[in-house]
């Protein structure tokens, strides 16, 4: 399956809120997406594309990384790409620093 197959598959599952039927609740906020891929190149394809993607109005929170900043620092480490949801401050910048998991 195609990075842009399971994108769709992502946002119709958003669109459809099954998130929040699958839990009985009204409110439940969507499960964050965490995304590991092999390289930085494959990294700025998935942020690119998941932009173009699954822009939702913030309600999706997307972070992405390489396998190798999680085998060198951790889950916990500074090694979090910010992709969504998209802040316009980050829109006119070149460089997104990292984040830590919880400080995201």
Known sequence: MSLMEKLAIYQHYICTREWSREWSREHVPLPWLLVV??????????????????????????????????????PLGEIWLPVLPVQEARQEQQFVPRCRFFEF
């Open 37 to 74: 891929v092999a390289n930085h190149d494959q990294e700025l394809r998935v942020a690119s594309m998941a932009t173009q993607q699954l822009a939702t109005g913030g309600l999706l929170t997307l972070l992405v990384t390489t396998m190798n900043h999680l085998a060198c620092r951790g």
